[in-house]
């Protein structure tokens, strides 16, 4: 196939292309970062605080496996910007961006859990009610529909 044949849509070469989606990658990752970094950040203060040795085993257990998804969240996240410093003029950008890109999914779905997990344990401070797993699970559905399934449906209605 010819370079010609493969471009749809917009007329640029495959390093304008690469150009292109990785200004769309970084953007989208500073949205993420800061999320993932507020978040992480307010995590690591709980453990400091009087109620967390008040915490049951299971609720500091919750606690621990939230912070290291959310440092996992965050490396996950940060990782493109060192891809692109650590390969930058190397002429492989095409397969940065590929790169980059899976680390970003990585990244969402990792902060999936981390704002699962967050939820989770101050509902479950908070209430103390049965009802807790179900409204997290409710909210994790929502955010599988709104970053995954309606994504992914729009490619697939809108592309060939």
């Known amino acids: 196939m010819t370079e010609q044949e493969q ?22 990752v500073r949205v993420a970062q800061m999320g993932v970094q507020i978040l992480f950040g307010f995590l690591l203060t709980v453990v400091f605080t009087p109620k967390y040795a008040t915490l049951s085993d299971t609720d500091q257990a919750i606690y621990i496996a939230t912070v290291v998804l959310g440092a996992a969240a965050t490396g996950a996240l940060i990782g493109p910007v060192s891809l692109h410093r650590l390969v ?49 699970a409710g ?15 729009t490619r697939r209605r809108h592309t060939e």
Do not use: N
């Open 88 to 136: 930058s003029g190397r002429r492989i950008k095409p397969q940065a961006v590929e790169w980059a890109s899976r680390l970003t999914v990585v990244g969402l779905l990792l902060l999936l859990a981390v704002m699962a997990g967050a939820l989770l344990l101050i509902l479950r401070v908070a209430t103390h009610d049965d009802y807790v797993p179900w409204l997290v």
């Open 7 to 28: 471009r749809t849509g917009r007329d640029e070469s495959e390093e304008e292309r690469a150009d292109r989606m990785w200004g769309e990658i970084l953007q989208e």
């Open 139 to 153: 909210v994790v559905v929502w955010y599988l529909v709104c970053w995954f399934v309606v994504p992914l449906w």
